[in-house]
């Protein structure tokens, strides 16, 4: 192995590493694709976006299977949930895909290498060393250029740390049943996928949130509306709220913290799902030893994702000002393989990567909210569209939520659109293809 040079390395096999591999070896290069991992797919196949979504899907069956008269389907008696099953599907499709990934690595002839990656310092002569640990057996990696997409993990609350009741992303996706009661600290796309997920398979569900409201890098009429539904469903919310404490009682888990008010306020509940934000995994690979520049944990990189160390590129959840999404990752690998085969690449533009939340309703948007279109001085020209007024809404049960399109007054460009409802997630793709055609709000 030490004798090959590869064209690149790159550290971590989740979206943003997979991703990347396969179009540089589409591109000709000779790709070697290291991960900590023994199977491929980082945290989005793993614990992330694909068993978040089996789980979404169950619960809108089930949802559904609630009122099945309304459709007309009777004779199905009284459905029950059989956990075990709904968890037994979620881990076969991560398995389907794993496998899936195995095939697509060996049929374009990338070197998978089992192992933790750490940079060693510059390039010699144009070449690269990386240092892999296989559980204390030692090797390395030479390659001419290096991607690092080693991802990112659950941040916890100082001074606690992950169990059977006090959850991350990680615990919470094998729970042995739906808890009965579920506090959620953070109320970014996590916290409210799994508050929305839990709710639908019965659980009482209570989110704790210290900024103002939901959803906080969305519009702020998405947010709101977000609340008013959730609030329907009978979802507590708390904005505004300060954790100061977070302790295991003898059946389940007690929160202090302070609402809006300041006030001392006690919610306890089955379990507690921390979701405060994802940390990059930069601190142990070898970083220091080289000239790339940091924004905290985050990896500083150029219009084309290299870092300040030439020859060392960044893509995925790691990079600063960037996203945390699998597509963002995704596109970011395949912009770096292009740049370094010497293909045709659009950088990536920040205002034309959607944002989807995989809530009970959805949330799809692009581009500016009003507020920041405001803030950089453009004329704010605002559409909205409720879902109230669409047939095909009230057909999927799906009438709540809107359409809002944010323009510029002179010339009609579009700036933003924000959908809540009914496969937004899916709706919002069209807006991302207009904005990258340029189309106006004609
Ligand atoms: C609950 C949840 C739901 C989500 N849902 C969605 C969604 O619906 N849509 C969406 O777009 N995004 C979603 N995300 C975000 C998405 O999962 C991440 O943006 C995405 O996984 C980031 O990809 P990545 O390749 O940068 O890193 P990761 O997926 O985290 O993969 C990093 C890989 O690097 C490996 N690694 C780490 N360090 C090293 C090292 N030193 N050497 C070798 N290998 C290393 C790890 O083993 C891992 O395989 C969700 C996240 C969570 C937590």
Redesign the pocket.
Known sequence: MADTIYDVAI????????TAAIRGAEYGLKVAL????PK??????H???IP??TLLFNAEIWDHLKHADEYGITGIGTPSLDWAAVLKRKNAIVTRHVKGLEFLMKKHKIAVIA????LTGSARDGVHTVDVDKSGQKSQVKAKNVIL??????KMLPGLKADDRILT?IEILDLPEPPKSLAIIGAG??GV??GSIFRSFGAEVTILEFLPRLVPVEDEEISKELARLFRKRGIEINTGARVEKVERTEKGVKISFNDANGKPQVKEAEKVLVAVG?AP?TA??GIKKTRIEMNGASVKVNETLETAEPGIYA????VAGLP??????SMSGMVVMAKIAGRAFRPVRRSRIPG?T?TEPQIGSVGMTEAQANEQGYDVKVGTFPFAGNSKATIVDGHDGFVKIVSDAKYGEILGVHIIGPQATELIAEAVAVMELEGTVE
């Not at 550290?11 to 997979?18: I, K, Q, R």
């Not at 192992?115 to 750490?118: E, T, V, W, Y």
């Not at 997409?149 to 659950?154: E, F, I, P, R």
């Not at 893509?315 to 790691?318: K, L």
């Open positions: 550290l971590g096999g989740g979206p943003a590493g997979y290291i991960d900590a991992s491929l797919g980082g945290t989005c196949l614990v992330g976006c978040t979504k192992g933790f990656g750490r997409a080693t991802g990112s993990q659950a992303n796309a996590v996928e799994f994802r995994q142990d690979i893509v995925g959840d790691i945390q999404l699998a597509h963002s990752g989807c995989y």
